[in-house]
């Protein structure tokens, strides 16, 4: 399917890591951006459909570099909590009753959210990881996928083998739209041992990992207290930052030496600004990290601790409480934090040919309207994008040249079945823990 | 006019300070809340206007404690700058060229953001408030509303005067829609002599006072300089805390003793985290200040330092950030932010009889859809208004127990001229900048 989107806003890259806007159109055949360019112009041999995207910005996809998609079942389940209790009273109860049906339209919910909401693709570590790429291809979503890897349970041997499985699966779609990833969950969860199988396992199938890494104090002081270590050198030590990509969420409490080996060893920090206030494990060093080259992308989290899944919010958040800890406004501008929403997200789970309008890209492609009050006048495109624009300016979405969202609404599913589902399964979910504790 | 909201999820005081859920009804009459209670009563003698709210929440209308609504007219026109340059550079230039066109059509602009964002009060501080108070009126929003006083401006004593006139000529509207207050710019703008005389005035017509305060650590340390003294214990000393209602905008830095004498003088403290955050003032000391006893509500400064007009956001970045920084998920929970972005942002701007739906207060109240996908499933409904809602789940807004906005659509005025003629006196203004600098 060829589309000409015309007379938008493009929003281009500039020099290194920065953007600039650019009346014009864009063109895609087969799922590749083709042409960026003055107005008016469509290259030879050349019968697209036409998209008026006059008054709109048109930009990549932004990228959800970490989340849980199926915890939106668990939204508001247990808030303002800190995350130890968070996990061990509420979410891991909850968790133990997830069928396949439940990851399906829970994962359904997440996506629905954000397509809308302009996300094109999304990196998940949770379970049931054949449901969750299953209703990511039936949506027409982009995603790196992860089972969950618990070193400690029972489970975890019968994991790495399902691991394996799924990568062999999924691995077959000649559009490279879902790929499988392992996904250890955390330094204290996984033993060194069980950490150093599954980096051999990774480079065996050359998948990448997807971790979290450095999310609380507790978690540095328990690393340091069981290896002498901090969390990102230790599994620094144990080989697992050289295999790519490898996706270190949270990446809270980093020294500057850490933040060296992240930079140097390429991984992917999948920055989760909300989440990690909202659960009080801290604030990370977004500043530092992407000022020392460090490729950073913007994650959710699950729904359960965020409370939304959308990038404009965690973009903003990110770059606000940086200028407010540091005092410093002209830290993290505008442009620099719609890269990070884009390609800086891109690159950091491994799509190193999205995130960006250029002939050759991927096309996962936005179209974001500029008519609403909060987005006028148009001083500043860039501006607007950055710290006026919400999931409700979204217009049009397309991932892989395929429309995915048209005038905000879903295109392939039922958006009220997907609500009515996830909101039964979920009211499901909440009697079966309360049937435990009866 | 007469209202009845049926089958909604009613935001109801609970104990000190916090809400709750109810489901059932809510009855307005001329103005004014008169029951709210279980599903199907109407009160005797009462034949309203009935209005379907199930599958919403019905709560207070959010307020907006600080802000200058005309700045809209320079949303993203100079971000990523700090405070002072970002005003002397940037801001004062343009704002040299505002007429009272620009301001009626500036303020309309936030206006129209602002009650479509579910905004029922907001208190200003500009020039040519006349205009801001006519067009406040035109489209139906309660507003406190004060001249920028500037002691060291040519202009400073005809401004009392004109402050004043403004006091008489809007003191007559029988509904109490528009109040206006003395609007002495900060400390750092206004010597000590022009404060005192600020005061009085004030005494004399019966107002209240509107000032920045504690804004940066700048203006700290220049008051300690001028008067050994830092900002709140300096207006104090003026005497200016005691007069009712004080808004004081900001306080970023500000001392124990000193919220110890915010709370006890009863000021509002309109808290801006976006604004702070922005233009690098830093992060003001909300937890200890609610825990404190200060009358806090939310306010989002001028869409020229904050990009969008939305209290949601200010409350979520509000709480946000102190959680992150104090590494404490539980400080400020859901229904406490809820209840300081309604009821305590009523109560800091003077409107004690505002704010909260109970029989007697005046009749500001949203009707907030809750069937987006970010607002699925519903666990719980407080959770989901702090951490998931956003403006454009914004239903119907009513003030004073009319309706301004209904189906998301403004009701007394319209939106596209609103729009386009914001958009083209901004433009003009840019150019008239622009030939300065020429």
Redesign the interface.
């Known amino acids: 399917m060829d589309v000409q989107i015309e007379g938008g806003e493009l929003i281009v890259p500039h020099s290194d890591r920065l953007l600039t806007v650019l009346r014009g159109d864009l063109s895609i055949r087969n799922g590749e951006i083709v042409r960026v360019g003055a107005e008016g112009e469509v290259p030879p041999d050349f019968s697209p459909e036409r998209v008026d995207a006059s008054g709109c910005a048109v930009m990549p996809g932004l990228v959800n570099a970490h989340c849980h998609a199926g915890m ?6 247990a ?5 130890m209790r ?1 996990l061990a009273e509420e979410v891991w109860p909850a968790e133990a009753h997830l069928t396949a049906e439940h990851m399906y339209w829970g994962t359904a ?1 997440s996506v ?2 954000m397509l ?1 909401g302009g996300i094109t693709t999304y990196a998940d570590m949770y379970f049931h990881v054949d449901q969750v790429a299953r209703v990511t291809r039936d949506l027409g979503m982009r995603a790196v996928l992860s089972l969950g890897l618990i070193g400690e349970a029972p489970g975890a041997e019968e994991d790495l083998d399902r691991s394996a499985e799924l990568a062999e699966r999924w691995s077959d779609d000649p559009e490279d739209m879902i790929r499988i990833q392992l996904g250890p969950h955390a330094p204290y969860t996984c033993a060194p041992d069980y950490l150093e199988r599954v980096a051999g396992l990774a480079e065996e199938l050359g998948v990448g990992i997807h971790m979290h890494l450095a999310e609380t ?1 507790d978690e540095v002081r328990d690393m340091e207290g069981l290896y002498g270590k901090t969390p990102v050198q230790h599994v620094h030590d144990l080989g697992l930052t050289g295999l790519r990509p490898f996706i270190a969420a949270h990446c809270v409490h980093v020294t500057a030496g850490e933040i060296e080996i992240l930079a140097e060893q390429e991984v992917g920090v999948a920055h989760c600004a ?1 989440s ?8 990370a060093p977004l500043a530092e990290m992407i000022g020392s080259g460090v490729r950073v992308g913007f994650g959710t989290d699950g ?1 359960c601790s ?5 990038i404009w ?1 965690e973009m ?2 990110g770059s ?2 940086q ?8 830290i993290l ?2 442009a620099q934090m719609l890269y990070s929403a884009t390609r800086g997200g891109a690159r950091a789970v491994g799509f190193a040919d999205a995130g960006q309008l250029v002939p050759g890209a991927r096309a996962d492609v936005i179209v974001v309207g500029l ?1 609403s ?2 987005m ?6 860039l ?2 994008l ?3 624009a ?3 300016d979204v217009r049009d979405v397309y991932v892989q040249g395929r429309p995915a969202v048209r005038d905000g609404r879903l295109c392939r599913g039922d ?1 009220s079945e ?2 009515n589902r ?2 039964e399964l ?2 499901d979910l ?1 009697k079966k823990v309360r049937e435990d504790d009866g």
């Open positions: 939106s079942l668990l939204r508001g389940y808030d303002d909590l800190p995350l968070w919910l629905l959210e809308k104090r909300i990690n206030q909202k659960l009080g494990s801290g604030i729904a965020t409370g939304s899944q959308e919010n903003r958040s606000l409480v200028k407010g800890m540091h005092c410093d406004a002209e501008p505008a008519d009050p909060h006028t006048p148009q001083h500043d495109i501006s607007l950055a710290y006026s919400g999931r409700e958006e997907i609500r996830a909101a979920a009211a909440r």
